[in-house]
């Protein structure tokens, strides 16, 4: 199992082995491998993205367990030789987590808060509080806002611009690791640490050809022409970037009081 170095790099001071963790945001289950390399006793994996969800049980194998939700296991897929029995893959609304309070001891989110606009970054903030046990531990892994001069904030306004027009939020906020680090607070986590992940950050070119086909799908749900002209602009600025390496990923650490 691959686990990246920023995961390795979040996850080195925290006590995992024999934790009941939560992935907050599976995406492509990069935590959820670092969570599981290192010893942890159980991991719900959560994610609203089916494709995700499949991602995350092909990479480390979904043993299924009390997950509840009926696609643990053999999702039928051929795939299921891997099988870890410690992870459930729950695919849900993290502004509804499916677990009871104080279930789990260790919840990451890596790259998670940039996909959530601040009224969802709200409701998934009260909800891992509310699943997290007394003591538990939160880390917290994400992008300070780019430079002025950062080419590739361009394709992100425009991938904004088109997300906006067609569902009525922005699909990135890059929050400042001093802004999280007091919004947790205020949500009762204690702050424990904080760490540079990666600087600069590199933006590949797949990177960059994916953020630009994210904003082509949604220009074509814009109304008239402005998605046309999204969708040409975001063409246009993934040609011309092609990658760039520009930014910091930070790792904030914190607890719950016991
Ligand atoms: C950028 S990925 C995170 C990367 C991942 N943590 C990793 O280490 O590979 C963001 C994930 O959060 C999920 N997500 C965003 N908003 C969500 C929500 N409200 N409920 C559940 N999952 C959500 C997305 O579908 C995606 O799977």
Same mark, same amino acid.
């Given at each position: 199992m691959d686990v990246p170095e920023t995961v390795a790099t979040a996850l080195d001071?925290?006590?995992?082995?024999?934790k009941r963790c939560l992935e907050a945001g599976?995406?492509?289950?990069n935590a959820t491998a670092g969570l599981l390399a290192n010893g942890a006793a159980r991991v719900y994996a959560v994610t609203n993205d089916r494709g995700h969800a499949l991602t995350t049980r092909r990479r480390v194998g979904d043993g299924g367990g *009390? =997950? &509840? +939700? #009926? /696609?643990?296991? *053999? =999702? &039928? +897929? #051929? /795939?299921?030789?891997?099988?870890? +029995?410690?992870l459930a893959v729950l695919e849900a609304d993290l502004r509804a987590v499916p677990l009871p309070d104080d279930s789990v001891d260790l919840i990451t989110a890596h790259g998670l808060c940039n996909v959530l606009d601040p009224a969802a970054l709200s409701a998934v903030a009260a909800e891992l509080s509310r699943v997290a046990a007394p003591g538990a531990h939160l880390v917290v892994d994400d992008y300070d806002p780019l430079p002025d001069?950062?080419?590739?904030r361009e394709l992100f306004a425009v991938e904004n611009a088109a997300s906006e027009l067609?569902?009525?939020?922005?699909a990135l906020t890059f929050y400042p690791a001093a802004f999280l680090r007091r919004f947790f607070a205020g949500h009762g986590w204690e702050f424990e640490r904080e760490r540079t992940l990666?600087?600069?950050?590199?933006?590949t070119e797949s990177h960059v050809s994916a953020h630009a086909d994210e904003a082509t799908a949604m220009a074509g749900d814009c109304p008239d022409e402005s998605g046309d002209a999204l969708a040409a602009a975001a063409r246009r600025l993934a040609g011309e970037i092609g990658s760039e390496s520009v930014g910091r990923m930070y790792g904030l650490a914190f607890r719950l009081p016991d």
């Open positions: 001071d925290r006590p995992v082995a024999g599976a995406g492509a289950g *009390d =997950d &509840g +939700d #009926g /696609n643990g296991g *053999d =999702d &039928g +897929d #051929g /795939n299921d030789a891997t099988v870890d +029995d410690r001069d950062a080419a590739i067609a569902r009525g939020r922005p990666l600087e600069p950050v590199p933006w």
